[in-house]
């Protein structure tokens, strides 16, 4: 079993910078693929990003490509997600996961992840 916890300042004017990270416990966490989510008030939850065990291969929703990026380091048991440029449609809770098995084809599946953590919010101001 895994536990994760989100942390991260929670407001930030538009065009400003943000960095989450997400703290692990439980098992190996180096055998996981780490992946953000967000949910927005009364929209569906949808991928972010994701990152593979080495961290030699990142994914992106093709929105977010170039304004995020998502690192890990195993050693602290933390994958983090940079975000620049925040738009005001970038509020929303932001959510990390884990998942043991995995395909490339099936990173931007929420269903594919075993572990979530609590979200956290992010507001981004006009």
């Known amino acids: 079993h895994v536990q994760l916890v989100e942390s991260g300042v929670g407001v930030v004017q538009a065009g400003g910078s943000l960095i989450l990270s997400c703290a692990a416990s439980?098992?190996?966490?180096?055998?996981?693929?780490l992946g953000w989510f967000r949910q927005a008030p009364g929209k569906e939850r949808e991928f972010v990003a994701a990152?593979?065990?080495?961290?030699?291969?990142?994914y992106y929703a093709d929105s977010l490509k170039g304004r995020f990026t998502i690192s890990r380091d195993n050693a602290k048991n933390t994958v983090y997600l940079q975000m620049n440029s925040l738009k005001p449609e970038d509020t929303a809770v932001y959510y990390c996961?884990?998942?043991?098995?995995?395909?490339?084809?099936?990173?931007?599946?929420?269903?594919?992840?075993?572990?979530w953590g609590q979200g956290t919010q992010v507001t981004v101001s006009s």
């Open positions: 439980g098992r190996t966490f180096s055998g996981y693929l």
């Open positions: 996961a884990a998942a043991l098995g995995w395909a490339p084809s099936t990173v931007f599946h929420r269903t594919l992840y075993d572990y």
């Open positions: 990152i593979t065990l080495s961290g030699s291969s990142t």
